[in-house]
């Protein structure tokens, strides 16, 4: 298992080297608010179920891993569902970006009523004990933790202390919870000011080291000895914009062009099966890098000097994975327009960043079902393939199973958090726009935003 982690490590590092080192409720009904305008599947029968009815049966099956498959003691999201994964560790390490994309999930619960309000915040309150007496790295948490302890769990040689990245992911769904659990009741004024308070002690600026870029992990036993700087792109523009946006410890705007932008250099402007793609390596790369930093972050209409629309990039991106799983120039069996979809996840020789550039013939549900707001009506085709052709095999407890391949005859036997959060959350975001909402209404984080150099619609 130490293997696979190295493994995971060096993938996040090569990838980071090839594309540069890789109201609320008003809104929230008016389902034809500006920004909202993606569209509905005309589609009236999935087997027996509407379009509709099996996209709660999704939504609601796969939040169950959050919930139901929750580790008991803090609340957090398990790293995966496999009992003997992590020298049998499994059950109890949790992780701290798949936990965040989880608890931007508890107000879609709430809203479709899964659960209750005061269920959810039960939850959080559970979360937020554990995050209040973990160990934190000049505020910013580590990738993995052990439930039970509270003591961060390695996640490779290396990287023993805090992770920036899977701290803003962290932070991205809190800061959406800070939001909706906007009431003047005292149990919502405290998860308020406890979340508050989480946010404001990331040292942001301190993972800079003094230069004009933010480097990945930092350890008090290696300092920063693996040495990645977080450069687009890929799957962590929030980090600069929550970094920006911090009330306490905020990088500046030559950070971001520098050390996110790298200058420029994270442009590619390229087309590829007739899309072009503003930013990033060749053919895009796995489809999780439009997915994480927008669980919360609306790219519609959001542009800087680098992008006209990031809905737009994050569109072609998906089209293009689309187009290649379509067009399947390596011949492998079950690809089609029906069944697409590249991103990093399990495969049947253990664990890779899938991508056009990376094609093993493993098809990643959570890649085609969290490019929703993108590709509607592709999604779609993806979702009725998954549930009505591959379901005996595919759909279990939590949902969908990680990945499977027609080509291997095989199929995953778990889940992954950082996989099953995105598929609740961004079928919500083309159904609703509701995480968009909430985390474009915060104040701070509008005021990132801007001092990057963002506009958008709703700033």
């Not at 993995?144 to 390695?154: E, V």
């Not at 406890?194 to 290696?222: C, F, M, N, Q």
């Not at 009725?384 to 199973?401: C, H, I, M, Q, V």
Request: with cysteine; aromatic share 14%.
């Amino acid at each position: 298992m130490k293997s696979r982690v190295n493994t995971i490590q060096l993938l996040r590092s090569n990838m980071l080297n090839v594309i540069g080192c890789c109201m609320v409720l008003v809104l929230y009904n008016c389902k034809n608010s500006k920004g909202l305008q993606t569209g509905y599947l005309v589609n009236n029968e999935i087997g027996n179920l509407s379009h509709e009815a099996l996209l709660d049966r999704v939504q609601k099956q796969t939040f169950k891993y959050f919930w139901d498959f929750a580790e008991p003691n803090s609340g957090m999201a398990r790293e995966r569902s496999q009992k003997d994964a992590f020298e049998g560790e499994s059950l109890n390490i949790v992780t701290s970006g798949g936990s965040g994309f989880g608890i931007a999930c508890l107000p879609i619960a709430v809203e479709r009523r899964w659960i209750t309000r005061t269920q959810a915040l039960h939850h959080l309150q559970k979360i937020l004990g554990f995050l209040e007496r973990a160990e934190t790295y000049h505020g910013a948490f580590s990738h993995w933790y052990f439930g039970d302890t509270a003591q961060t769990r390695h996640f490779s040689d290396l990287d023993d202390g805090g992770d920036i990245v899977e701290t803003a992911f962290l932070m991205q769904g809190l800061l959406i919870n800070r939001q909706y659990f906007n009431g003047n009741n005292i149990n919502e004024k405290d998860i308020r000011d406890r979340i508050t308070k989480l946010w404001e002690a990331v040292e942001w600026d301190w993972y800079t080291r003094g230069e004009k870029a933010i480097t990945w992990h930092w350890s008090p036993k290696h300092s920063f000895g693996i040495n990645l700087k977080v450069s687009g792109w890929n799957e962590a523009l929030v980090v600069y914009v929550l970094a920006a946006a911090s009330p306490t410890h905020a990088i500046d705007r030559e950070t971001y062009h520098n050390g996110w932008a790298r200058n420029a250099q994270m442009k590619n402007d390229k087309s590829y099966y007739s899309h072009k793609l503003p930013l990033g390596e060749d053919y895009g790369g796995p489809l999780f890098l439009s997915h994480y930093s927008f669980i919360g972050l609306n790219p519609k209409g959001l542009k800087d000097q680098y992008v006209d629309d990031y809905f737009k990039q994050n569109r072609n991106h998906s089209l293009i994975n689309y187009e290649y799983c379509k067009d399947n120039p390596k011949g492998y069996k079950g690809y089609s327009d029906k069944c697409w979809g590249l991103t990093a996840s399990d495969n049947h020789k253990g664990y890779s960043a899938h991508s056009p550039t990376n094609d093993l013939g493993i098809i990643t549900p959570t890649a085609a079902l969290s490019s929703y707001p993108y590709t509607p009506e592709a999604s779609g085709k993806a979702l009725r393939y998954f549930y009505n052709n591959l379901k005996e095999k595919l759909w279990g407890d939590y949902g969908f199973y990680d990945a499977f391949s027609e080509h291997h005859n095989w199929v995953s036997d778990g889940y992954i958090a950082i996989d099953q959060g995105p598929i609740i959350a961004m079928i919500e975001n083309y159904r609703t726009g509701l995480l968009w909402t909430l985390f474009m209404q915060d104040e701070e984080v509008k005021k990132g935003l801007k001092k990057l150099g963002f506009s958008s619609p709703f700033l």
